[in-house]
């Protein structure tokens, strides 16, 4: 098993590398990495919402990019882990960014664009 901050870039690639030296091959890459902010939608930070972005969405893209050479030599799967917290309102407050919600289609996609 390996840890890898999503939101870094440089750590997406280096984990690659790493597994590449060590393994030459991946299995199975799950992502189950991400963030989310509840509140007012009104009153929400934009960097809140970027931050949720690069972490439910950008950084499984660009980890899945990084891993597909050594996941295409096994056959392997990727695996996506979501939470239902996104899903759940309250009152006045809600959360300001689904991810469950918006990027369950744009995970079929990455899924579907690393079929091979």
Request: some cysteine.
């Amino acid at each position: 098993m390996c840890r890898v901050d999503v939101i870094s870039d440089d750590d997406s690639r280096e984990v690659s590398q790493k597994i590449n030296s060590e393994f030459s091959r991946v299995d199975v890459l799950a992502l189950c990495g991400g963030g989310i902010f509840h509140g007012a939608l009104e009153r929400a930070p934009l960097a809140e919402f970027d931050s949720m972005y690069r972490s439910n969405f950008r950084g499984h893209y660009a980890l899945t990019q990084a891993g597909l050479p050594l996941l295409r030599k096994r056959n392997g799967q990727v695996v996506f882990i979501n939470s239902s917290a996104g899903l759940l309102v309250s009152g006045n407050r809600w959360p300001v960014f689904s991810d469950a919600a918006r990027f369950s289609g744009d995970r079929r996609l990455i899924a579907r664009g690393s079929q091979w």
